[in-house]
């Protein structure tokens, strides 16, 4: 189940037709046509990445990495995270450089609380207009922290000042206490004495009376004071108890908000997995704009969540961290029960596995190394790009070689082998780099005749591969291009080979297959004069 | 088909570039979490079984395993203790290894020599670096240090010499020029984790990423914001994804999900053929420079397949009647 986009044909050149050039031209995105006319001129490797820094990219750098949760992560978990959102280099540098200094911002620590409640009520109205990443979906952790931390802070106040009514109330209970202790008892005592003393001294009444209504007017106006005291911490703690009420209502909201989000987001991401390919590419931009508007907050509280899985790296294969983790077998669970518990296999021995001489002269190679399948590919300025362009009539050698090519993937052998043959040789010949691409040639060559594809393939094995293949037609189709190759060989200095091939398959099987092979190279190879083992 | 039973459990088979029957398998014990490796070198004999020609005891598990380019009896091992060894066939046992090259900090994951230059091989480890080394130097040349997690791939491109892959658990392929300071593309190819990549053979800008999420991408460099193919078809998580040497479009990739695949990623129906011999994880896979369609693949069943694909008769198999895409799994 391939799924295939439309990647754009290369607008540059081509592989050049000079093979001894090492680096291609560098092929640019569709929007970057302008650029890939600059840099023809002096060509680049094609293995770096060419596309300018894109500003919206190093600005949701720039935001995620001021956030002061990321500033406390290590350096390279930060430069992991944003080359894992698809950021280059150069903008990850780039973003690097415009965070401001630490030393600044810890002292507007306040007001970046307050300016990230502002975003936090501004980015809510942005979010809805583009469907954001699978990894921007935790958004809400942080945001929901930033904005308990304001909360907190505020209720903090709320709470300082219930505890001062608390300890107001108490000293003011406590002081109306004494005070009425100091009234009644006295006003106890002196109504005491007025009654005992009431019919000694009827003069004394007097002076005693205005002492007592003062002291109760004292009194009075005490417990007066405390309770004013006590009604007004009463209401600032109901005050208070609003006012956190009302910010609850406020987080409640925005955790609301942000579920409801969430959910959207994990609705999106649902859409883009099932979408093709074309829908993605579209999708994937739409995520990029997602990236741009919503901000830091998202990636910020990525960047948590990342770490957190980060900070917990075992020394474990890597087989135990699966998303739906493939079912180990028995012995293996028992072995990391053993281990976990601190007992060690017995099975294992002690193995001094060190060099016994360190400076053991190396053996001289017995074989000369050969040229790689690919390579002989290389030496015919074909590739698989070219392969289309079918049109291309520069000569005889270009088209035996398209048709070489197309012979060797999928196409109609027109052009007899032996043809194709003494092409290869000359264009071999010519080239100086190709020391052993004699070598790669018979190796390019042999698979096209080699013993285990005999010119008649039984017919069980057709039948068997047919079957089981979902396309019949393609590997069919193979078998019956290289069985006309088989055909079509019949020049003179290879009967010997078939031969040989024909002996092979009939006694039904390669009895030596080093040597046959060795053989049969050296057969080919006599004629070009080249000597290998 | 032809079958081989390791000791311990499987954990890669290459194809030696110089002989056609000759293929190398590192295993390690106990699935490779702590226990011994053993390093094999195995023969074809299109009559019989597979047979063993030399073998190697480490200490350690072993991960992965390159063959020198430049010389046909050298070896490379990537080994769990971080160390990397080399192993030359030509000289007895007892004076192997010809060298223990420990660097790395961590687990020694995989290995690969270079094609082009064929001087040069990689090491890519669990300590997020990816280190170049010569056979001449007993030191590193360069360390390639800027993954933020395990590097569990470096692969070389079949066509510039120096350039190279690397796929790691940061869920990034890094492409590196190793004239250039650092890596000179990122690739965020998967959510998860990046287990292997390899480059098209045919088309060097083309690069195939193995990951966790159970899917291969198959990349442009050249307009890399979009895989070219996304091939879904595995159960779990894809272990170690290989281009053919001899055929543009086809790669092979194997599984935890216990089957080898192959696919042609620029036809609609990307799966053509899947194997699934094996009994546990298939965790490595490797197609012959030398001879087209034979494939190897081993696992945590300690077996080690050899087959033909497609025709399914081979200079291996061809006494068994065998059937292209079905096989037995007892040794004949």
């Known amino acids: 189940m391939a799924t295939q986009s439309t990647t754009p044909p290369n607008p540059a050149g081509e592989k050049p037709e000079n093979p001894a050039l090492e680096v291609v031209q560098p092929a640019m995105e569709d929007q970057h046509d302008a650029k890939a006319e600059a840099s023809k001129e002096n060509p680049t490797s094609v293995f770096v990445n060419s596309e300018p820094i894109r500003e919206e990219q190093v600005q949701n750098a720039v935001k995620f990495l001021s956030h002061p949760k990321v500033r406390g992560s290590p350096v390279i978990y930060r430069r992991s995270f944003l080359e894992r959102k698809g950021l280059t280099k150069e903008e990850i540098d780039e973003a690097f450089r415009r965070v401001p200094d630490p030393s600044l911002t810890v002292s507007s620590s306040q007001s970046a609380g307050t300016n990230q409640d502002g975003q936090l009520k501004s980015s809510p109205n942005i979010q809805p207009q583009a469907p954001t990443q699978l990894l921007q979906t935790a958004a809400a952790a942080p945001a929901g922290v930033i904005s308990k931390v304001g909360t907190l802070k505020q209720s903090r106040f709320q709470w300082s000042h219930a505890f001062l009514a608390v300890g107001l109330l108490g000293v003011s209970g406590a002081g109306t206490a004494i005070i009425f202790k100091n009234a009644i008892v006295p006003r106890l005592k002196s109504w005491i004495c007025k009654v005992v003393s009431e019919e000694e001294d009827l003069g004394k009444k007097t002076n005693s009376k205005p002492t007592l209504a003062e002291e109760a007017a004292a009194a009075a106006k005490a417990a007066a004071a405390a309770a004013a005291d006590v009604a007004r911490t009463s209401q600032e703690m109901l005050i208070s108890k609003n006012e956190e009420k009302r910010c609850f209502q406020e987080l409640m909201n925005l955790l609301d908000k942000q579920v409801w989000e969430m959910k959207s987001m994990r609705n999106a991401i649902q859409k883009l997995e099932g979408q093709s390919d074309h829908g993605r590419i579209t999708a994937l931009e739409q995520e990029n704009h997602g990236v741009l508007v919503t901000g830091s907050r998202q990636s910020n509280s990525n960047g948590k969540a990342e770490f957190d899985m980060r900070s917990a790296r075992s020394s474990s294969p890597p087989a135990s961290v699966e998303p739906s983790i493939a079912p180990h077998p028995k012995s293996y669970m028992e072995i990391m029960a053993m281990i976990q518990r601190g007992e060690r296999p017995p099975n294992i021995r002690e193995i001094n596995d060190l060099p016994p001489n360190p400076n053991q002269p190396v053996s001289n190679p017995q074989v000369a190394p050969r040229a790689k399948p690919w390579e002989v590919a290389r030496t015919q300025n074909t590739t698989v790009q070219v392969l289309h362009s079918q049109e291309s009539s520069d000569g005889l050698n270009s088209k035996l070689q398209d048709n070489g090519l197309i012979n060797r993937l999928n196409g109609d052998s027109t052009v007899p082998w032996w043809q194709r043959k003494n092409v290869r040789i000359t264009e071999i010949e010519t080239e100086d780099e190709l020391k052993n691409g004699f070598s790669g040639v018979q190796a390019n060559e042999r698979p096209v005749q080699r013993a285990w594809v005999p010119p008649q393939p039984p017919p069980f094995a057709m039948a068997e591969a047919a079957a089981a293949i979902r396309q019949p037609k393609k590997p069919s189709f193979q078998k019956e291009q290289l069985a006309d190759d088989q055909l079509v060989a019949h020049p003179s200095d290879v009967t010997d080979e078939l031969q040989r091939i024909t002996k092979i398959s009939e006694s039904g099987g390669v009895v030596e297959a080093n040597g046959g092979s060795s053989a049969v190279s050296t057969s080919e190879i006599e004629e070009v004069g080249f000597e290998q083992n | ?332």
């Open chain 2, 1 to 332: 088909m032809p079958v081989f039973k390791t000791p311990f459990n499987g954990y890669a088979v290459k194809f030696s570039p110089f002989y056609e029957n000759r293929l190398a398998v590192a295993t390690a014990q106990n699935f490779g979490i702590l226990g011994n490796g053993r390093l094999h070198v195995l023969d074809l004999n299109p009559s019989g079984p597979i047979t063993e020609f030399a073998s190697f005891d480490t200490a350690d598990g072993v991960y992965d395993l390159a063959w020198s380019e430049s010389h046909d009896s050298l070896l490379v091992a990537a080994v769990a203790d971080g160390s990397i060894k080399l192993y030359d066939l030509a000289l007895p046992p007892s004076s192997n290894p010809i060298r223990s090259l420990h660097e790395h900090t961590r687990e020694a994951h995989s290995a690969d020599y270079n094609p082009v230059r064929r001087d040069s091989f990689l090491s890519s480890s669990w300590d997020d670096t990816v280190k170049l080394w010569t056979i001449d130097r007993p030191t590193s040349v360069r360390t390639f240090k800027e993954h933020a997690y395990c590097v569990y791939s470096a692969v070389w491109n079949p066509r510039h010499a120096d350039v190279f892959a690397s796929a790691s658990g940061d869920c990034t392929v890094r492409i590196w020029d190793v004239r250039e300071p650092g890596s000179t593309m990122i690739l965020p190819a998967h959510e998860l984790e990046i287990l292997s990549c390899d480059w098209n053979k045919y088309d060097d800008c083309i690069i195939a990423t193995a990951s966790v999420d159970k899917s291969i991408k198959v990349w442009d460099v050249r307009s890399f914001r979009v895989p070219v193919a996304v091939l879904n078809g595995h159960g779990y998580a894809v272990r170690k994804v290989k281009f053919s040497p001899h055929r543009g479009n086809l790669m092979a990739s194997c599984s935890y999900d216990m089957t080898i695949c192959l696919w042609d990623y620029m036809v609609e129906d990307a799966l053509i053929g899947r194997y699934d011999h094996h009994t546990e994880f298939a965790v490595g896979v490797d197609m012959s420079v030398l001879v087209e369609g034979l494939l190897a693949s081993t696992g945590w069943d300690e077996l080690v397949y050899v087959c033909n694909w497609p025709y399914g008769i081979g200079v291996i198999c061809s006494k068994h009647e065998g059937h292209a895409f079905k096989w037995n799994k007892t040794l004949d």
